[in-house]
């Protein structure tokens, strides 16, 4: 079995922490736009239409996402509502990002004067590599599992990271240690 509780922190520079989630995705969008570049020129079109509209669309996403988490989880923030915008960042929500984000590419498309749907089908490649390579910040932060599992494919949560219904004994007993969760960010 998987026996492995990761640290959500990658690196600590001073007051500045690194999360293993945000370098995920900073890894996702580089590989992306090399994908996406490459699917572009394939299809000859013009591939620098993408290098500023990659950024109009992430900042759309990430806006968009960030809202939709707050939505989604309104009694986090409803009491202090300045915890919606100052560090730590922490939640998005993927939903609101592809509805923020493909809003942005339209109106980016059009704005250029190219095709959106072509443009789409050269983007969509690239997004599925993105969400392949950042998904796994869930792993780190212990967040998206499913149901407990036998299977050798389970992982471990750390009780403070539990949802309700799988929360531990207090003190924890050896089988709430033992319990391990299907990987749903997968």
């Not at 509780?5 to 690196?11: F, G, K, W």
């Amino acid at each position: 079995m998987f026996d492995f509780t990761p640290d959500p922190v990658a690196l600590q520079l001073g007051p500045i922490t690194i999360g293993w989630y945000g370098l995920g995705y900073a890894i996702g969008l580089a590989v992306t736009y090399m994908v996406m570049v490459r699917l572009a020129r394939r299809a000859g079109e013009r591939a620098e239409i993408l290098a500023n509209g990659m950024i109009i669309v992430a900042v759309a996403a990430l806006i968009g996402g960030r809202l939709y988490h707050v939505i989604d989880q309104w009694a986090l923030y409803k009491d202090d509502l300045l915890k919606i915008i100052t560090p730590p960042y922490s939640g998005l929500g993927v939903y609101g990002g592809i509805a923020t984000g493909i809003v942005a590419a339209f109106l980016y498309a059009r704005y250029k004067g190219v095709p959106f749907l072509r443009w789409a089908d050269i983007v969509a490649p690239g997004l599925f590599t993105m969400q392949a390579i950042a998904r796994w910040g869930n792993f780190f932060n212990q967040e998206l599992y499913g149901s407990v599992t036998t299977l050798p494919w389970g992982i471990p949560i750390e009780c403070q990271y539990r949802v309700q219904d799988y929360l531990c004994a207090n003190p924890p007993t050896a089988n709430d240690l033992a319990m391990r969760y299907h990987p749903l960010f997968l």
